[in-house]
């Protein structure tokens, strides 16, 4: 608050104020008062209305600063009417009553939701594990079926399985803390990890992978980097053309690991590039293919980001698509992250 | 043959793995009854214990606790719950491995062979033997009547696969299906080039017509 602001917020009571002193002088100049007299009133009065003006300013302009020191030093900006010294004016001490009842039922408000979050959140993760189970029976009993109809059924055994992961993951990346861990692991195991989880999808679209140089070690945690690659890898698969060959390549980059898995399927409009790990972007190809959910690349970017891993993709339509992932140094990776392992 | 002790709370996938486990030559032992397990393994002495998490009234990581006091039988941990500080528990618990479902069943039998075959302190065979021909897998090589000759990585995997189901019928995309387990990731057109290769490896060792197709069902050793 500078001092022109509360001069022209204050500018009506001075103005009055004014006014009423010269109509005064005009009063007693009128009713026979000596100007001496008057000029002697005058330069008594003006200095003490003026003093107090300041004084105002001052007392307020300081409170306002002790209000924002408060307000900036808060980690929960709503929490702010319960952690302000109380003041002592009448007037402002009931207009702090008001914000501190209005933040309290806001306070009840967010940490209702959260709690209902959590549950809910909490709810997704059991449930998850719970439908593991019966999609594990039917797996079982699938292999008792005949050649054709076991295919069929186990890849859409696959796909429900590929729904269900990526609830899974969607519910862990709220908490990343929670579950990741970063660990000294091979590259070849978490891509076959990820081959192994999506067999059924690949062979029945006929795709043919190459792996190339993947005995590179890299510090991230495996579940999750098998989780990412599994998306770009159903990606490929669903959005393949003639012949689809998936080529998954490593080689060193300095102290970091670059991987690519690039595929010849399809690809993606040039002018759609910049949004495929948006939230709910489902492409000219998600609509023409269907069943894509617009969930799978924006998860992978979301996880990626904990992770530290670079994620990058280029597509040329009708050529293919690239997706770059680049590993991180082990010493570039935050220590607490690396505190976690186990 | 092996007793292998189920101890799963769910009746369809304990039904399915008894029948599983029946067919792939080992006795199964299921759990109906979810008290005193502990007494029930040491009085059955299995082999092998297969150990769900979630399971009613006890969870499996305290029952794996008790369980490790009475019998010395493997553990392998099998549950729906794969976070990373589970898999860390029962490892530490005295688990001997950890599989998560949905697990496929040729790698559940897998690691199942795997866990036996360390705690009977054997090595994986190197050598198998089936209609008349020899299989080095270490070596790389087959051999049948005196002769010898090399296998791609490709060639031996198949071959060994067929070897292993003699006189059965393996299926094409069983026999994919397979090498995607063994991380040889080809597709139809390749598993054929590759099919022609083996066989003209076995026709120089004068066994030219030991695969056979049985067509629209796969091969046949």
Redesign the interface.
């Known amino acids: 608050m500078s001092f022109r602001e509360y001069v022209s917020d204050k500018f009506t009571g001075i103005m009055i104020r004014l006014i009423c002193a010269v109509a005064a002088a005009l009063f007693l100049l009128a009713t026979g008062t000596r100007p001496g007299i008057l000029l002697i009133l005058l330069c008594m009065l003006l200095p003490v209305s003026a003093g107090m003006l300041l004084h105002d300013f001052f007392r307020r302009r300081a409170r306002l600063k002790e209000l924002n020191a408060v307000f900036d030093g808060l980690d929960r900006k709503y929490l702010f009417a319960e952690c302000v010294p109380p003041p002592k004016e009448l007037y402002e001490r009931r207009l702090f009553d008001l914000t501190r009842r209005a933040g309290r039922a806001m306070t009840t408000a967010v940490s209702d939701a959260e709690t209902a979050g959590q549950e809910y959140r909490e709810y997704i993760e059991t449930w998850v594990?719970?439908v593991?189970?019966?999609?594990?029976?039917a797996?079982?009993?699938c292999?008792?079926l005949n050649?054709d109809i076991r295919?069929r059924l186990t890849a859409e055994?696959a796909r429900v399985?590929a729904h269900v992961e990526r609830a899974l993951f969607y519910v862990r990346a709220e908490n990343p803390d929670r579950?990741c861990?970063i660990r000294r692991t091979c590259l070849n195991d978490i891509a076959?990890k990820a081959?192994?989880a999506h067999?059924a999808l690949?062979?029945q679209s006929?795709?043919?992978?190459?792996?190339e140089g993947l005995e590179q070690t890299v510090y991230t945690?495996d579940?999750w980097a098998a989780f990412i690659i599994g998306q770009l890898l159903q990606n490929a698969a669903r959005y393949r053309g003639k012949d689809p060959v998936i080529r998954i390549a490593a080689s060193p980059l300095g102290k970091q690991v670059r991987l690519t898995v690039a595929d010849n399927g399809i690809g993606i409009p040039a002018h759609e590039v910049s949004r495929v790990f948006d939230k709910g972007f489902t492409g000219s190809n998600g609509r023409s293919c269907g069943g894509s959910t617009g969930i799978g690349l924006y998860l992978c970017r979301k996880l990626a980001g904990f992770l530290n891993l670079n994620l990058r993709l280029t597509s040329e339509e009708g050529k293919g698509t690239v997706v770059t992932l680049t590993f991180p140094a082990k010493e570039s990776l935050p220590d607490e992250i690396l505190q976690n392992r186990? | 043959m092996n007793k292998i002790m189920i101890i799963e709370d769910?009746p369809?996938?304990r039904e399915?793995?008894t029948?599983?486990l029946e067919n792939e030559g080992c006795i199964p032992v299921p759990v109906t009854d979810f008290t005193d397990i502990p007494g029930q393994a040491a009085l059955r002495a299995p082999d092998l214990i297969l150990l769900d998490i979630?399971l009613p009234d006890r969870d499996g990581f305290s029952l794996c606790a008790s369980l490790r006091k009475t019998v010395n039988a493997p553990i392998i941990f099998v549950t729906?719950?794969?976070?990373?500080p589970d898999e860390?528990r029962a490892l530490s618990l005295g688990g001997d491995d950890y599989i998560?479902?949905?697990?496929?069943?040729p790698?559940l039998i897998a690691r199942i062979k795997a866990v036996l075959r360390r705690s009977a302190g054997q090595e994986d065979p190197d050598i198998l033997s089936a209609a008349g021909l020899t299989l080095h897998l270490t070596r790389g090589t087959v051999s049948a009547g005196g002769r010898t000759v090399e296998l791609s990585r490709n060639e031996l995997k198949i071959l060994s696969l067929l070897m292993t189901h003699t006189g059965e019928i393996v299926?094409r995309?069983?026999l994919?299906?397979a090498l995607?387990?063994n991380?040889i990731?080809?597709?139809?057109?390749?598993l054929s080039v590759n099919m022609t290769r083996l066989r003209a490896r076995l026709e120089e060792l004068g066994m030219p017509d030991c695969i056979r197709t049985r067509r629209g069902m796969g091969y046949q050793l």
Request: net charge negative.
């Open positions: 594990h719970e593991k189970t019966p999609i594990t029976a797996r079982l009993i292999r008792r050649g295919q055994l399985e579950d861990v076959a081959l192994q067999k690949l062979i006929g795709v043919r992978v190459e792996t945690d579940k186990k | 769910d369809h996938i399915e793995l029948l599983l979630g729906a719950r794969d976070s990373c860390v998560t479902k949905p697990y496929s069943v790698v299926s995309a069983d994919i299906d995607w387990d991380q990731y080809i597709d139809d057109n390749t």
